[in-house]
């Protein structure tokens, strides 16, 4: 055996002063990855050796990758290049948007740590609308109760917690919860950052998807990424045009809709509703499990699950658990059966749900009629007037602002505007919203939403959901489940 550590990431400016010492490279691209591993499958060389060739011959590679990708449509071999952005500047709502793509890796500053200073995007709607004087008058007050919340939150978690309190190191726990129930009454324009990977192949099919978008933003996102990364690789970035599915598709369902819904007003507001699920989900994880351990069809499997009794599934059941700790993934099994959520969520909760990208994940747009999330804590230090009195300001000010601008009115909504949002999961991903969002350290808002989906999906798959929780609790579950500690491990790093 032979492995090859054949690249890895590199800060670009290391790679400029390598291309400023050798002016005559041009091999300083990740294109020549694509293009010699797209050769493996048809020469015989060594792939080390295959990579040396692309290197020195790199506008031959380049030619090799438009013909591999465009003309024989093997775009995996994309997929081998991989960029690395720092974005910065850009609204909450269109990191809504380019955090939809899910195949790629994104880590985002966290309102939750950072005390905000109240940037803000304008966006180019608004100003052309004439709309930027009443635009900035919102945000400035809703960015002055922020600051008021804060400075009135920090004591009340302090004086809440005295416990924690005393201990100096757990004073930014403390800090952070005042920063984050606080940030309930900020804006969607609000700037955030964010660093963002992403392989070529994703990322052509978010240019492509963005040159589609409506926001200006999004539009001037989209113009910057790409002259960015076609600098570097223009054979890998083929398909990039804007094109009418993308574009008008959802215009066209919206006008059917119409006909069928009316004005799709809204009706229940439950937060957590299980709209669907596997049949027989127990019957088919544990034939699942039959079946990756036997040498038996799943017809056969699915027969003896079903004259399974309760205790028999249990003894099962539990062997499928007695061996894992909190930081283990339940068995890829747990990936056959599925829940479906109707979710009421506010803007700031959605902001973590978000980041659950192994599921399917489909949000209609933010709509005040759906109220707001006012958090607990403000209501406990009589702040809960104020907030409402904002509120009804920002509902004011977007519905001026949608007459005139239509969706770029969301800009001034804030992270306790609420919107729907139709989840499904397989009960593997289920696990990890829990084990996660579940946990005592979890934000508030989100453990509430994880906490009723746990609880619903229980009750129409009790063995499949045997061991859900947060990983805080993982010790108490286990020890209910098989009535002793759980086995101590080795740490997992």
């Known amino acids: 055996m032979k492995i090859i550590l054949a690249g890895y990431n590199v800060d670009s400016s290391v790679l400029d002063d390598l291309k400023a010492s050798h002016p005559e490279r041009q091999d300083v691209t990740p294109e020549t990855l694509s293009a ?26 380049r030619k090799s990758n438009r013909t591999i990708i ?37 880590t985002e500053k966290s309102q939750r740590y950072i005390t905000l200073k109240g940037d803000y995007v304008l966006p180019d709607e608004i100003k052309k609308a004439g709309m930027s004087e009443i635009f900035k008058g919102m945000i400035d007050r809703q960015n002055a109760l922020y600051h008021v919340l804060y ?36 804006s969607l324009a609000t700037q955030g950052q964010l660093g963002m990977t992403i392989n070529a192949r994703g990322l052509e099919h978010l240019i492509r998807r963005f040159a589609s978008k409506k926001l200006a933003e999004l ?38 809709t119409s006909v069928h819904l009316g004005d799709g007003s809204v009706q229940e507001m439950d937060f957590v509703r299980l709209v669907d699920w596997t049949p027989d989900a127990d019957l088919k994880l544990i034939s699942a499990l039959l079946h990756t351990s036997s040498r038996s069809s799943y017809k056969a499997c699915f027969e003896r699950a079903r004259k399974m009794s309760s205790e028999q599934k249990m003894v099962f059941m539990k062997k499928a658990f007695h061996r894992m700790e909190f930081y283990d993934s339940v068995l890829r099994e747990f990936e056959y059966v599925d829940f479906c959520f109707d979710l009421v969520i506010s803007a700031s909760c959605f902001a973590q749900l978000k ?37 009804a300001e920002t509902n004011d000010v977007y519905h001026t602002l949608f007459d005139k601008v239509g969706r770029a009115a969301e800009y001034i909504l804030t ?39 746990s ?11 045997l061991m859900t929780g947060g990983k805080d609790a993982y010790p108490d579950i286990y020890r209910i ?13």
């Not at 045009?241 to 598709?249: P, V």
């Not at 990890?432 to 009723?452: F, Y």
Request: proline share 5%; net charge negative.
């Open 36 to 61: 010699s591993y797209a050769r493996i499958s048809r020469d015989p060389r060594p792939v080390d050796v295959l990579r040396a060739v692309a290197r020195s011959e790199v506008e031959k590679a």
């Open 70 to 106: 465009f003309e024989m449509g093997h775009h995996s071999v994309a997929e081998h290049a991989v960029f690395n952005f720092d974005i910065t500047g850009v609204s909450r709502l269109a990191v809504e948007e380019i955090e939809k793509f899910r195949l790629s890796s994104f």
């Open 151 to 186: 400075e009135r939150l920090r004591p009340y978690f302090f004086e809440q917690n005295k416990e924690m309190a005393a201990d100096p190191k757990k004073h930014h726990i403390l800090d952070g919860w005042a920063k984050e129930d606080a940030r309930y009454v900020v």
């Open 219 to 256: 539009h001037e996102f989209n113009k910057k990424i790409y002259q960015l990364a076609i600098s570097v690789a223009p054979s890998i970035l083929l398909f990039t045009d804007a094109n009418d599915f993308d574009a008008l598709t959802y215009d066209d369902l919206k006008e059917e």
């Open 355 to 391: 980041r659950h990208r192994m599921a399917t994940m489909t949000a209609q747009s933010y709509d005040p009629r759906m109220g707001v999330t006012l958090p607990p804590s403000v209501v406990s230090i009589d702040a809960a007037e104020e907030f409402e009195d904002v509120i």
């Open 415 to 453: 992270n306790a505007h609420r919107k729907r949002v139709l989840l499904k999961v397989n009960a593997r991903e289920l696990y990890h919203i829990g084990r996660l969002r579940l946990d005592e350290t979890a934000q508030w808002d989100i453990r509430m939403i994880a906490s009723l989906m």
């Open 455 to 465: 609880e619903k999906a229980k009750k129409v798959m009790p063995f499949t959901c």
């Open 481 to 493: 489940i098989f009535g002793k500690d759980p086995k101590e491990f080795p740490p997992p790093f």
